[in-house]
């Protein structure tokens, strides 16, 4: 069978008629310099402001430096090529250090680097990776990834000049994401009181007469509550009409769906229990980030085990106050939840001893509407950004030509 054209879908209007581009290995295209990355391991790193480069980037600062130029860095971690957490390319340039788990390569060509770095990071290479459990890519194998390069170098730069400028844009709605998110974070230092104070340094002006927030504990104000989970290969208690959340979903904050759903028997042969709307939920478990995460339920739903539930009491507290304030105590409840080792996990005990402060009804109302607009723009912000990135990743299909094997 003959191999298809190697021609993109997109193609700018002045490069229509210039064929087919080329597959070139990716050792043909770039000088390898991994033989002088230099692994420097904690105890020798002197404190210093040159970049020093691993896998996912930047990892610390140190003194003196080895490269001097613009270069292609390509990770070799197997995990991080599989889960992405990061981008698996990056360029780097001026006075840096390189650690020995990330492959260096120097171009000719600016444009060529770009368009390396894009491509590679839009591959899917798992099949160029060694080993099974620390799978890694190492060098034999990343020499021989194809690369679909135009003929004219006209194209490469305009190619990557239209992808550069979309990062760019990508990266300044970042921008804006964190600094909207460092603006909420230093809100809530000033709307709620500090430690060992008990009135905020910011308050809207109908309340400045109140007085002091009231000192309570949680156990004083509203049931406490953790869930369960049904005997997962037993099908007749999943599949249901009855939503379940796990632990995962924490991190959705918001919860008006999830991903499960059991059965009324389900519900009834195991520990977990319907809770109501508006339930602060706490994560208990987890080495990662989950434990301590907060988050807000605007459906009846059950959870797991590994969910602590702080159902409502409107008489007493504001749900989405609680639910922002709760939130804000994210590095404490890990402190508290550390254990041995910061193995350990939150439990109901230690969630009914939560210390608070609230103030009447209608202050708590008035904070909770201001935070949850910021958290709107927020999640708008964050929703920009996943366009954008859906966008580029439409366009690199486009715009680079499929390789088949």
């Known amino acids: 069978m003959s191999k298809e054209k190697l021609i993109p879908e997109l193609r700018f209007p002045e490069f229509k008629n210039e064929g087919e581009w080329e597959e070139k290995k990716l050792g043909y295209l770039a000088e390898n310099l991994d033989s002088m990355r230099v692994p420097i391991t904690s105890n020798q790193r002197e404190k210093g402001n040159i970049p020093y480069y691993g896998a996912s980037g930047i990892i610390d600062y140190v003194k003196d430096y080895i490269y001097d130029e613009s270069l292609l860095c390509i990770s070799e971690d197997g995990a991080n090529l599989i889960d992405r957490n990061y981008p698996i390319a990056f360029n780097i340039s001026g006075k840096t250090w390189v650690n020995n788990h990330a492959h260096v390569l120097r171009f000719e060509n600016s444009n060529t680097q770009i368009l390396v770095e894009k491509y590679i990071n839009s591959l899917s290479i798992e099949d160029f990776l060694t080993g099974m459990a620390q799978p890694k890519l190492n060098r034999g194998k990343l020499d021989i990834i194809p690369i679909p390069i135009p003929k004219n170098p006209q194209e490469q730069q305009k190619i990557a000049s239209c992808l550069s400028s979309l990062d760019e844009v990508i990266a300044a709605y970042s921008q804006k994401l964190e600094l909207l998110k460092d603006h909420k974070k230093g809100l809530m230092q000033n709307l709620f009181p500090q430690e060992g104070e008990k009135v905020p340094k910011y308050r809207f002006k109908e309340f400045e007469k109140d007085g002091a927030w009231v000192n309570i504990t949680i156990d004083k104000i509203a049931k406490v509550s953790a869930g369960g989970t049904p005997e997962s290969t037993n099908p007749e208690y999943w599949n249901g009409n009855i939503p379940w959340m796990n632990s995962g979903e924490l991190n959705n904050k918001r919860i008006y769906s999830v991903s499960n759903y ?73 402190y508290l939840s550390a254990g041995d080792g910061g193995r350990g996990g939150l439990n109901l005990q230690i969630i009914k001893e939560i210390d608070l402060l609230l103030p009447d009804i ?43 094997e």
């Open 262 to 334: 059991i059965t009324s028997k389900g519900l009834k042969e195991s520990s977990t229990k319907l809770i109501p709307p508006k339930c602060v939920l706490i994560g208990l478990a987890g080495q990662g980030k989950t434990r301590g995460t907060a988050a807000i339920n605007y459906i009846e739903l059950c959870t797991n085990q590994s969910i602590g539930s702080i159902h409502p009491n409107e008489s007493v507290f504001d749900s989405e106050f609680l639910y922002h304030k709760i939130d804000s105590m994210y590095e404490k409840l890990r």
């Open 362 to 404: 209608k202050e708590q109302q008035k904070i909770a509407s201001c935070l949850s607009s910021l958290d709107a723009l927020i999640t708008a912000q964050e929703e920009k950004i996943e366009q954008l990135k859906l966008h580029k990743k439409g366009l690199m299909q486009g715009l680079f030509p499929k390789i088949n």
